[in-house]
Every structure is written in C-alpha cells, then in structure tokens.
C-alpha cells in the first residue's frame, strides 16, 4: 500500500514537473534554471 502511494505520488510530480517544464518554455526560461530543476 505505501509502494502503491508512493508510486502515484511520483507520477503526479512528473506530471508537475512537465506542466512546469511547458510554461517555463512559454516564459522562456534560461536553461540554466531548468536544469537546477
């Protein structure tokens, strides 16, 4: 059950992740903070 949890909680941080990922290409973010994240 923890494994369980605790796998969907990283899909929803990818999922974060990759909507962070597209506004940051709208702003046009350098690179280099992409990468820190």
Request: net charge positive.
């Amino acid at each position: 059950m923890m494994e369980e949890s605790f796998s969907h909680f990283i899909e929803k941080l990818k999922a974060d992740i990759l909507d962070l990922d597209k506004s940051w290409a709208k702003k046009k973010v350098p690179k280099k903070i992409r990468i820190v994240y």
